[in-house]
């Protein structure tokens, strides 16, 4: 009974006994996207440009992820020093949300020029910003302010008071907590310094005179709903 069985822990514990490793986790393979766009056909942003950012950047971001996940699932939680543990789930979220990040950026563009906002979030900008150019006017200066080549601008849908923000992030590990991106604007280096050098405020012209408002519509209702 319960005396049997205390009396073997007991037993177990002066022997030194330690539990058996856990099993393994299955590890999760994530696949690239290919760029969602004929990579000639943006305006103001070069094939070479796109395709490095694409292939180098992004592609390493899920290779990365791949590896850190693999790692991580072969790991004994229970016995592994904290500072792994630590290091490895740093790194996973840094990848992830690159990963995630630049899917999002790039189905950002390939938008027809000069085109707006449309519907529902026309006027859900309007309603949270005062002005269709003062969210602009926002999400380029924000952009500018992190043109030393570091961060993202982030048009966000907080379900927590639906409402939409332009969030400035850094690192892949900040974000607001329980929010939806409805478009995201690269300012990390690699996403202009080739064509640009470091006239970041020309790449930023670019990437506004050609969002693509279809899709960022689109993520817009998907989020209003859910929220």
Known sequence: GLL?????????AARGDV???????????????????????????????????????????????NAITADFAKLDVRAAPIYQINGL????????????????????????????????LADALVRDFGSLDRWRAEFTAMGRALSGGSGWVVLSYSAHNKRLINQWTNDHTQSLAGGRPILVL???????????????????????????WDNAGKRFEAARKEG
């Open 4 to 12: 049997a069985g205390a009396a073997a822990l007991s037993a177990g």
């Open 19 to 65: 539990a058996p490793p856990i099993p393994h986790a299955p590890s999760q393979d994530y696949e690239p996207k290919p760029l969602p766009f004929d990579p000639k056909a943006i305006p103001g942003l070069s094939e070479k440009l796109l395709l490095s950012h694409h292939d180098n950047n992004y592609v390493g971001a899920v290779k990365r992820l």
């Open 89 to 120: 789930k740093r790194e996973e979220l840094i990848a992830m949300n690159s990963m995630i990040l630049h899917e999002l950026y790039f189905t950002c563009l390939g938008g027809p020029a000069g085109a707006t906002p449309k519907h529902k």
């Open 186 to 212: 690269d300012m990390f280096e690699h996403a202009y310094q080739m064509d640009y050098g470091a006239k970041a405020g020309a790449y930023i012209d670019a990437y506004m005179a050609q969002i693509h």
